[in-house]
């Protein structure tokens, strides 16, 4: 009996969470996961905490979409940051690729939609669609191609589109 309580104890114990949480930096896939598994960046946050940094983050998600939608991508990256400062999803950091990519910061921009996959982006085949546009701007013809190849295997299916896309 005893020794069924010792052993769950240390395996639950090897298996916990590191809730040290690592410096800001919006490239880091670190960092994001933690952002991620931890809204607000508290691991000990309460139910209310931590919808509450779900209601934030919505709230600079959307005022960056709105920046990308009006052109304004500084600010709309700026927005998305915000947002990632309170908790990290796959869809923020597509949208952060996006205005990314749009001021040619193309190697951000590619490492952003790698972890927005790796945050499981609903629309996984849009994300390694415009990794390979940011590969293929920056002249790496071969992770360009396969990431189009796995945007296709995802259901990427806008081959017009690819025949003319100028990122490519």
Known sequence: ???????????????????????????????????????????GATPETVNEAFRIARQHNAAGLAFYRDGKDAQAIAAYENALRQFASGETYYNYG???????????????YEIALKLKYERPELAFYNAACAYSRLGDIDKAVKYIAYAINRGYNAFEFMKTDPDL
């Open 98 to 112: 996006n205005s990314l990519a749009n001021l040619n910061k193309l190697e951000n921009a590619a490492q952003a």
């Open 1 to 43: 009996g005893i020794w069924i309580l010792v052993s769950v104890f240390v395996f639950s114990s090897c298996k916990s969470k590191n809730t040290e949480k690592p410096p800001v930096d919006y490239m880091s896939p670190a960092w994001a996961d933690y952002m991620h598994q931890f809204p607000g960046g508290n691991p």
